[in-house]
């Protein structure tokens, strides 16, 4: 069942509503335009976490389809840090958190802008390795470029794959195919949301011996 297409006020007034519900961002003030479909966020926050948070928030409206993302950062003297201190902040988190590999993770600060090179074996802990530093001050933004090794399997079963997707409420109704070749899994159909499209790769990504995912599901 389809739903009736937002105006683009009404999509623009969800948004905002969605972004200040979140207690991190219920202060900051973010700018928010719609588009048919397409979200602009503008305005300055104090972090690059609030500046994801505002993101990801956006992405979980219904009606949403693209964002581009104006958002400055800026830091207080307080929370302003040299590259080097970032660079020591991160390793100290980084052996804080048990799910990212010790010694896996190669890291460069440039201008407060964080780039991470490695392979792990999960896609959780790439998604760790992010989560770890996003909040950190001084950080203005992350380049993840870690890979996934896929563990070697005589093959992934696409019904399993399948499976998962369907024990989700949220894919009850939408229409998902699966392709396997060798280590990679590409999705293709129709969702109602960016966050079903978000979701349906966390699961997929649970799936031992995937190596990568190509989410070519499109919003509709």
């Known amino acids: ?47 690059y976490g609030k500046k994801m948070q505002a993101e990801e928030a956006t992405k979980n409206v219904l009606g949403v389809k693209a964002i581009v993302v104006n958002i400055d950062i ?43 090179d490695g ?21 203005m933004g992350v380049t993840n470029n870690i890979t996934i090794k896929a563990a070697i399997l005589d093959e992934i079963e696409k019904e399993a794959i399948e499976s998962a997707l369907q024990r989700s409420w949220a894919f009850h109704e939408s229409d998902i195919k699966i392709d396997v070749s060798g280590t990679h899994i590409t999705m293709r159909g129709k969702v109602a949301s960016w966050y079903e499209k978000d979701e349906a790769a966390r699961i997929v990504w649970k799936t031992p011996g995937v190596g990568i995912v190509n989410n070519e599901l499109v919003i509709d």
């Open 119 to 139: 392979e792990f074996y999960w896609h959780y802990q790439k998604d760790a390795a992010m989560d770890s530093i996003r909040n950190l001050p001084g950080v």
């Open 74 to 116: 800026e830091f207080g003297s307080r929370y302003s840090k040299g590259d080097n201190e970032i660079a020591d902040e991160i390793l100290a988190a980084y052996k804080r958190d048990w799910k990212i590999p010790e010694d896996k993770v190669k890291i460069k600060v440039e201008k407060g802008w964080v780039t991470l």
């Open 1 to 47: 069942m389809k739903c009736k297409m937002k105006s683009n006020e009404g999509l623009q007034k969800e948004v905002q509503n969605t972004i200040q519900w979140e207690p991190l961002l219920s202060a900051a003030e973010i700018g928010v335009i719609a588009k048919d479909g397409v979200i602009t966020l503008s305005g300055t926050v104090d972090s």
